[in-house]
């Protein structure tokens, strides 16, 4: 039967319109009625042809011929309609795979062949949209990072405008920055002030013990030596990612850091190198945006602005506390300090010294020298401070030719023994002066809480007066109250 109509679909309705297959489906109806109407009513004319019952056999097989035909027909025109309906319902639910398969030269044919244009058309659009989507989610994500970013950098601001304290703002800019960028370790390295060296001054890491055991936070790093030390010296941002090119400076790096993809960004300002900020992660195939890279030098921006605000600060409590011609502390760091330390004294039940010190025959010293002379004295005096000194004393200019030690954790006879000692090489530090003038010597007090006094305005004023009693004495020694 399929086989029947496909060739009856080849041979008679192939290049036929759908209007001209209706009619055909008429005629034949109207044929087969016209040949019951002449059995029917035999004075029709040729009635006389179907009167004879020998063609009856004939006239059955031409009706049966005509029915078939007919019937072919009007499923050709039919089940076309049923099938582009079932196609349609389907596409219509959201199947747009879906394709109309009417090999059709008819309006039916038109009719499969627009849908399937249309329905192409709507598939591509939608595929279109989707791509939108997938692009505006990708937009979204990182606009949220920037978002978050920013507001963690408002932070870091913040707590610089704030005066945080310089770890509690590389805390901020390392836990909370560089896991947003998909960072999951962080590291800031610093230069010691006092020592020129580059240290790990901050480190978060899911492996963080390990790496603490590998020595890391001791790491020493050399200008222009290691990718670390080139970073430093070229003051450049470096990114190790799978577009990286590996060198044995990079595998070095990436096996003592444990990552396999990094941003190292130096942390600078004005010229001055202060130290690198590294961000990374051990992802395998991974590749860092420039978005990363931008933000990561955004960070290390505010951080070396933390930086040099803590040093500065640092300079200026320095200045605050501290004579600008000795290097000494000041009068009212001494006092300040001597106050704290007799507090602790008492808290912790141990002792606390004091030792005022001042310069024999001074003013006559700068009458005949002048005051340059008498700077150079001053200096060459806290020279000695400085070198002979325990690490806890802490020594000040306590007025113009004054010199005041604070003595914690020492009783009285260690502190006149450390006095005594003092007070010897301060004389021989002169003695060699040729001119008998210039051979200066100095007078020392030691007073000892609660001995003395219990307050540290009375141990400066007690020791004054013990002083004053030692100078008129003849000076050039200690002096003490038993």
């Known amino acids: 039967m399929a086989i029947l109509k496909a060739g009856f679909t080849r041979s008679v309705l192939s290049n036929k319109y759908l209007r001209q297959e209706i009619l055909i489906a008429f005629c034949l109806i109207l044929l087969t009625l016209l040949v019951f109407l002449g059995y029917l009513f035999p004075g029709v004319p040729a009635s006389s042809w179907f009167s004879n019952r020998a063609t009856l056999p004939l006239v059955i097989a031409i009706l049966v011929v005509i029915l078939v035909t007919g019937f072919l027909i009007i499923w050709q025109i039919v089940d076309p309609v049923i099938r582009l309906s079932r196609d349609a319902k389907m596409i219509a639910a959201g199947d747009l795979s879906r394709e109309i398969r009417l090999v059709r030269e008819d309006e039916l044919g038109e009719l499969g062949s627009s849908v399937n244009a249309l329905t192409r058309r709507i598939r591509e659009n939608v595929e279109e949209l989707n791509n939108l989507n997938k692009k505006t989610e990708v937009l979204n994500d990182e606009i949220n990072n920037r978002i978050v970013m920013l507001s963690n950098l408002m932070e870091i601001s913040n707590g610089i405008a704030q005066k945080a ?68 010296l070229k003051q450049e941002a470096i990114i190790i990612d799978r577009s990286a090119k590996m060198t044995q400076e990079i ?193 020392a007090a030691v007073v000892e809480n609660p001995l003395d006094g219990r307050t540290a305005d009375e141990l400066i004023l007690k020791s004054g007066i013990i002083l004053a009693d030692t100078i008129e004495q003849g000076g050039n020694r200690v002096g003490f109250h038993k």
């Not at 060296?197 to 001791?218: D, F, I, M, N, T």
């Open 251 to 443: 595998e070095d790096f990436k096996r003592m850091f444990m990552l396999n993809n990094a941003i190292i960004a130096p942390i600078s300002s004005t010229g001055n190198a202060y130290g690198l900020i590294v961000a990374g992660n051990d992802r395998p195939n991974y590749f860092c945006t420039d978005t990363q890279k931008d933000l990561l030098q955004l960070v290390s921006k505010h951080i070396a602005i933390a930086v040099l605000n803590e040093r500065l600060s640092q300079e200026i409590e320095k200045f605050e506390v501290t004579d600008p011609l000795t290097g000494l502390y000041n009068n009212a760091y001494a006092r300040s300090r001597l106050g704290f330390e007799v507090k602790q004294a008492v808290n912790t039940q141990k002792t606390c010294s004091f030792v005022l010190i001042k310069i024999d025959h001074f003013t006559n010293y700068l009458e005949a020298f002048g005051h340059i002379g008498g700077e150079d004295v001053l200096l060459k005096i806290a020279a000695v401070f400085k070198e002979h000194l325990p690490i806890e004393a802490k020594a000040s200019r306590f007025a113009e030719h004054e010199f005041a030690l604070v003595l914690p954790s020492i009783n009285k006879r260690d502190a006149i023994t450390l006095s005594e000692s003092i007070v010897a090489k301060i004389a021989a530090k002169f003695a060699t002066e040729e001119n008998k003038s210039r051979r200066l010597t100095v007078t």
């Open 165 to 232: 304290a310089l770890h509690d703002i590389l805390r901020i800019a390392v836990n909370k920055c560089f896991p947003e960028q998909e960072m999951s370790f962080g590291c800031v390295i610093l230069k010691d002030v006092v020592t020129n060296e580059y240290k790990v001054q901050y480190l978060h890491s899911p492996h963080e013990e390990q790496l603490k055991q590998r020595g890391l936070p001791s790491l020493k790093i050399s200008l222009g030596i290691g990718v670390l030390g080139k970073a430093i």
